[in-house]
């Protein structure tokens, strides 16, 4: 009988941790919308914009392109035959992020208690990423295309080019720099209802 109890207790407890999970926006190609839906994250894309300089249509266009906002993403497992072996790499959350540049990032920052799976400490952690290709590489961090590719390379491959040999890559590259435009265009439409709070 305990042992019911106790299967009963970690069936509720993953319940009520599953259904507290922000599921992906239900209209991702318009950042007026995300941001109607979800206020929080609009927010935290502010908070990062006043902290990093990253502004909202660059972070939240990388950010569609590597989870499509889904907050437990990773890639896909690999397979040899019908065998699992594991996954190409341990990127996980909204941002993707790599378990060691994310241990960076909470060492850089003092961020210590930050989780992948947590949208304001992911949206912080892009930011402090486009501050440090900006930096370091001196890419603007309005330049989306620029600064996906050095998202997706690391500082040290972009320096590298390792991009240039990579044209699926370059064509990525373009379709966060069209989403960041189109992006940009939307905000410019809503920006000032989202920051009076009429939404």
Same mark, same amino acid.
């Given at each position: 009988?305990?042992?019911?109890?106790?299967?009963?207790?970690?069936?509720?407890?993953?319940?009520?941790?599953?259904?507290?999970?922000?599921?992906?926006?239900?209209?991702?190609?318009?950042?007026?919308?995300?941001?109607?839906?979800?206020?929080?994250?609009?927010?935290?894309?502010?908070?990062?914009?006043?902290?990093?300089?990253?502004?909202?249509?660059?972070?939240?266009?990388?950010?569609?392109?590597?989870? /499509?906002?889904?907050?437990?993403?990773?890639?896909?497992?690999?397979?040899?035959?019908?065998?699992?072996?594991?996954?190409?790499? /341990?990127?996980?959350?909204?941002?993707?992020?790599?378990?060691?540049?994310?241990?960076?990032?909470?060492?850089?920052?003092?961020?210590?208690?930050?989780?992948?799976?947590?949208?304001?400490?992911?949206?912080?952690?892009?930011?402090?990423?486009?501050?440090?290709?900006?930096?370091?590489?001196?890419?603007?961090?309005?330049?989306?295309?620029?600064?996906?590719?050095?998202?997706?390379?690391?500082?040290?491959?972009?320096?590298?080019?390792?991009?240039?040999?990579?044209?699926?890559?370059?064509?990525?590259?373009?379709?966060?720099?069209?989403?960041?435009?189109?992006?940009?265009?939307?905000?410019?439409?809503?920006?000032?209802?989202?920051? /009076?709070?009429?939404?």
């Amino acid at each position: 009988m305990p042992g019911l109890f106790r299967l009963a207790g970690l069936a509720l407890a993953t319940a009520l941790v599953t259904g507290c999970a922000t599921a992906p926006p239900k209209n991702p190609t318009n950042l007026c919308a995300i941001f109607e839906q979800y206020p929080d994250w609009h927010e935290a894309a502010e908070d990062t914009r006043q902290k990093w300089g990253a502004p909202a249509h660059v972070t939240m266009a990388m950010m569609f392109q590597e989870s /499509s906002f889904r907050h437990d993403a990773r890639p896909p497992m690999r397979w040899f035959l019908f065998i699992p072996y594991g996954r190409a790499s /341990s990127a996980y959350g909204y941002a993707q992020a790599k378990d060691e540049t994310w241990a960076d990032y909470r060492r850089e920052t003092g961020n210590g208690w930050a989780d992948r799976d947590d949208f304001d400490d992911a949206m912080d952690f892009m930011g402090w990423y486009m501050s440090k290709t900006s930096r370091l590489n001196g890419i603007s961090k309005w330049d989306a295309y620029g600064q996906y590719l050095n998202y997706h390379e690391g500082w040290t491959g972009y320096r590298r080019g390792n991009h240039l040999r990579k044209r699926w890559l370059l064509g990525v590259s373009r379709k966060v720099e069209s989403r960041a435009k189109r992006y940009a265009e939307q905000y410019w439409g809503c920006k000032d209802e989202l920051n /009076s709070g009429w939404f």
